[in-house]
């Protein structure tokens, strides 16, 4: 993931709800993003941190299918 110089030294960020669903769910507009976010943090580029919160509203689909 290529990122901006003045986001070079940012490390970790924090994922809230929105990202995570847009990812599972291939948004049209914010999929790519979130894509690129999750390669990061899967290639080890970014550490990626969310809530139980996030988990608990994200995990019920999956679970239903």
């Not at 995570?20 to 979130?34: C, Q, V």
């Amino acid at each position: 993931m290529q990122r901006k110089p003045s986001l070079e030294k940012i490390n970790s960020i924090f994922i809230d709800t929105a990202p995570i669903i847009y990812y599972i769910e291939a948004h049209p507009k914010f999929g790519t993003l979130s894509k690129k976010i999750v390669d990061a943090f899967q290639s080890g580029v970014l550490n990626a941190f969310t809530s139980v919160i996030s988990l608990v509203e994200v995990l019920p689909k999956p679970i239903e299918s």
